[in-house]
């Protein structure tokens, strides 16, 4: 049964700050791996989508990476700003979406 | 492009109610259109899963009688929660996806509270 870690739980960080989300799979045989945000009370808006065959991707300011072998993933977010506080969910997909419990990030002005 | 749209975004009703919400795909046709619920603090769980113009399949766990799903158009997946009591309480998002290869959309979820 394929489970998501996602660590930290929540992070706060100084504005202008670079950091790393971490997101972690026990299946490694899954057809790609996203990122999405979730701003308090909304849905789900995508942010970046790695195929299995992909390694990263890359988006603005941030950047996405997989390891699919040892079952990993990276978010890293450059240049922090306040609007970036949000909850960021990792989801893996074979035959359906698992979702991890997110990190809440709360950059500070 | 790739709009879902979820109405309503929150329902407060009386135990007992019936409730139910709508999920369209405003610029494409969905084949597929997915169901979660989310606890506060958690993962979304996904409850089911409706193909157009085929019956619902519903994850382990999930009653189909109480979580009514219909999918009658390539544009509309609607999720009906009968008779619903406070454990219902929760916020429901829905999806949709025009193929299967392809990334799925969400709305904006509905939050729903039974006094």
């Known amino acids: 049964k394929q489970e998501v870690t996602q660590i930290p739980a929540a992070l706060s960080v100084p504005e202008g700050e670079n950091l790393v989300l971490n997101c972690s799979f026990t299946?490694?045989?899954?057809?790609?791996l996203q990122w999405f945000r979730q701003d308090p009370g909304k849905g789900l808006t995508s942010l970046l989508l790695?195929?299995?065959?992909?390694r990263e991707q890359t988006s603005g300011r941030l950047n996405a990476s997989l390891d699919k072998s040892s079952g990993r993933s990276t978010l890293y977010i450059a240049a922090s700003q306040p609007g970036d506080s949000a909850t960021y969910l990792c989801a893996v997909k074979r035959d359906k979406i698992i979702f991890g419990k997110g990190t809440r990030l709360h950059i500070l002005p | 492009g790739a709009v879902v749209s979820q109405h309503p975004s929150r329902v407060i009703c009386k135990s007992g109610t019936s409730v139910k919400i709508e999920c369209r795909s405003l610029?494409?046709?969905?084949?597929?259109m997915f169901w979660y619920r989310q606890f506060p603090k958690k993962s979304l769980m996904l409850m089911a899963t409706s193909n157009e113009g085929s019956k619902a399949t519903y994850e382990q766990g999930v009653e189909k009688d109480k979580f009514l799903i219909n999918h009658a158009s390539l544009t509309l997946s609607t999720l009906t929660v009968t008779s619903a009591h406070p454990e219902d309480s929760s916020f429901y998002i829905c999806?949709?996806?025009?193929?299967?290869?392809?990334?799925?959309?969400f709305g904006d979820g509905t939050r729903l509270s039974i006094l």
């Open positions: 610029d494409f046709q969905a084949t597929t």
């Open positions: 999806s949709a996806q025009q193929v299967s290869n392809q990334p799925q959309h």
């Open positions: 299946d490694s045989a899954i057809y790609n």
């Open positions: 790695i195929q299995s065959s992909q």
